[in-house]
């Protein structure tokens, strides 16, 4: 073992004794193991991106959403498609729609609808801005929705529109800012509703809700037919057109005017604003996709009035075309260790060049072209590794400064580490090994000739 570490000294002596020139061949090293850790912390983060988009839009989910066209955009069709408008009544997305489809398809596991209206919630004085969005309890499910505190609703209360509600973490914040929510009654719209449940704080960014995932923090959940009951069943509205644009309907000794207009210059006249179906599985995603289409279509009178989407797809069609983004500069970055390590087969060489005397009175003094291998594969493989452990360091400040810089979030794994420096290591050996054997083949005579 004194014969190896001796060696191994001498290897490094030779290293320190041309510091430029070692640090100049371990650059490419560096580089390159800080170009590959980079490039897989964005690789891992864009990753974990998608998959907390998955969790978010729910596992197996199919959203269906309606095209509400503004009061422009409406006359311009009218005017374009004539009287032939008035042959394709479509109701728009309505309970019945969701009742066909949990009926008709035996592949569905669980379907939720939703309607939303923007709004302003109260309590004590203290006002704020929210949504106010009536749900199913299957909504909370499909969405992998938790709760911090309280509870969901019960079936009872979901089925007989009893005014209770869950709101979202910011409204807590708001509207009770110094007691607890459980029990307590907000406002909006004019209904007055029980605190039942309080949603864990979830960030949810634009991606996220182009895929038709709602703001859970500052909004205020109540069951569905709460809003039918309480509020305003669009179902209703659009029976109005009898009457024209705006309608009285009688119920008992109440009177309810109508107009269904939600806001400036838009018309909505679904009775849904989003219908959520959960298939069974991944696979019978696109097929079941269509079938529901065609459903609808025939429901509304072939007017495609309605979006279907799959986010899931969606995501992990956008994760496959981030890996092959990543995979393509992998492989450059994985070049620059390619490109580093050859560095340090020329430099190494050029090394022998200079040093052939040094080995020639090493032969002679009794070292064995083993010894002589050792010693020069031991400097290839010092440089390596000491550019492998700079260019890890290198590669978590650049995966840091790219996050704080873009936003865009990387996550530098164990196992990224492992394999960068690993390769730096091999090409240490790798490329280090041909000038050793160069060095250890020369002839003790004619090196101790050599000036």
């Not at 095209?67 to 422009?72: G, P, R, S, T, W």
């Not at 025939?298 to 994760?319: A, C, S």
Request: positive net charge; charged residues 25%.
């Amino acid at each position: 073992m004194e014969r190896y570490f001796y060696i191994i000294s001498i290897a490094l002596e030779a290293v320190f004794a041309n510091k430029f020139r070692s640090i100049l061949t371990a650059l490419g090293i560096i580089f390159g193991v800080a170009a590959v850790i980079a490039m897989m912390a964005i690789g891992n983060g864009a990753r974990q991106e998608i998959l907390d988009q998955i969790k978010l839009v729910g596992v197996n989910n199919i959203i269906i959403t309606p095209i509400v066209k503004n009061d422009k955009e409406k006359q311009n069709s009218e005017e374009s498609e004539g009287k032939e408008v008035q042959k394709k009544y479509s109701p728009g997305l309505t309970l019945k729609d969701v009742e066909n489809i949990r009926m008709v398809l035996n592949t569905v596991n669980m379907v939720s609808s939703e309607v939303e209206y923007s709004s302003v919630g109260s309590r004590n004085g203290k006002k704020m801005d929210v949504k106010l969005s009536g749900v199913t309890p299957e909504y909370f499910d499909l969405y992998n929705i938790a709760l911090k505190k309280g509870v969901f609703f019960t079936p009872l209360q979901a089925e007989n529109g009893a005014p209770v509600c869950i709101i979202g973490p910011e409204v807590e914040a708001r509207l009770f800012p110094k007691e607890d929510a459980l029990g307590k009654y907000v406002k909006s719209e004019n209904i007055w509703m029980k605190v039942v449940g309080v949603i864990k704080g979830v960030h949810v960014d634009k991606k996220s809700e182009n895929l038709g995932v709602s703001d859970y923090n500052n909004t205020i959940y109540t069951p569905l037919k709460t809003i039918f009951l309480r509020h305003k069943d669009r179902s209703l509205v659009n029976k109005s057109k009898l009457l024209g644009e705006g309608g009285v309907f009688y119920f008992g000794n109440s009177v309810m005017v109508t107009d269904n207009s939600d806001s400036e210059g838009e018309k909505n006249e679904n009775q849904i604003d989003k219908i959520v179906v959960q298939v069974k599985e991944s696979s019978q995603l696109s097929a079941t996709a269509d079938a529901i289409t065609k459903i609808l279509e025939r429901r509304h009178n072939k007017q495609k009035d309605f979006n279907v989407k799959i986010p899931e797809l969606l995501l992990k069609q956008e994760q496959k075309t981030k890996d092959i983004f990543n995979i393509v500069l992998g492989t450059i970055a994985g070049i620059s260790l390619i490109v580093g390590g050859i560095g340090i087969m020329n430099i190494m060489l050029a090394s022998v060049m200079e040093r052939i005397r040094e080995i020639g009175v090493r032969r002679a003094t009794g070292a064995t072209r083993s010894d002589i291998v050792l010693q020069f594969l031991t400097e290839a493989i010092f440089i390596s590794a000491s550019g492998g452990l700079l260019g890890v360091l290198l590669g978590v400040i650049m995966a840091r400064v790219i996050t704080a810089s873009t936003g865009i979030l990387t996550i530098v794994s164990f196992s990224s580490i492992i394999i960068s420096f690993g390769v730096a290591a091999g090409v240490g050996i790798i490329f280090g090994y041909l000038p050793a054997k160069k060095a250890s083949v020369q002839d003790p005579v004619e090196s101790l000739r050599h000036d």
